[in-house]
């Protein structure tokens, strides 16, 4: 009896993976080094070293060090956004506060957020067009989901324009507090007081909604 024929796309799956695992390691190196050393310091040199690859190599990924800069700062918005998908929706505008808060508490508590923030100051403040960038990114990936989320649970233009505005005071008051100790003083985690504060911001936003 003849061998079972081995599926024929499989080699071709474990291929088309490790691009795109590398491609992945080479945006947390990227990311890395530039929020520890700034833009200048982590030359695609130092990275390629970092990744034990040669210069060359690199470009294999990116062509250059703006498109890397630009990639890490797509992929770090890609990785805030996918924090609120894997949480359950809300289900009525009461739930709403609760959610925006347990999404930005989430996000928070990786390891990769607040390298990302200090990312975005040092590459910000390098160039306007890294800025221009970064707020374009803002605008057309992250900042339609408040509106879409309130525009989902609301009845009407009134009640979704206070949705709209309860999720910005959670998650920017909420977010300032972590960018604090997360990002600027180093903290591995959320302090007592900052989960006390999320936890009056929900219960504030759902007096607001009633």
């Known amino acids: 009896m003849g061998k079972s024929p081995k599926p024929r796309n499989a080699p071709r799956k474990r291929a088309e993976a490790e691009p795109a695992a590398r491609r992945e390691e080479v945006l947390e190196t990227a990311l890395t080094l530039v929020s520890e050393n ?15 690859m040669s210069q060359p190599s690199l470009y294999h990924y990116f062509p250059s060090k703006d498109a890397l800069i630009s990639a890490v700062v797509e992929y770090c918005a890609d ?16 739930e709403v506060p609760r959610f925006a808060m347990r999404a930005v508490v989430d ?35 992250l900042y339609p989901g408040f509106a879409l989320l309130a525009n989902a649970i609301g009845r009407d233009d009134a009640e979704r324009s206070e949705l709209r505005h ?13 960018l604090e100790q997360r990002a600027l003083f180093g903290k591995p985690e959320a302090s007592p007081d900052i ?16």
């Open 166 to 178: 309860v999720i910005w005071m959670v998650v920017y008051s909420l977010g300032l507090a972590f």
């Open 107 to 141: 996000v928070w508590s990786t390891e990769r957020h607040p390298r990302f923030v200090r990312f975005m100051f040092v590459v910000a403040m390098e160039s306007k067009e890294n800025r221009a960038f970064i707020q374009r990114v803002f605008e057309e990936r």
């Open 38 to 52: 700034g833009v200048a310091g982590a030359s695609l040199r130092k990275i390629a070293a970092e990744l034990g």
């Open 195 to 210: 989960l006390d504060h999320a936890e009056w911001l929900v219960g504030a936003g759902e007096r607001l909604l009633r």
């Open 79 to 94: 990785k805030m956004l996918s924090a609120s998908l894997d949480l359950p929706l809300p289900r009525c505008k009461e």
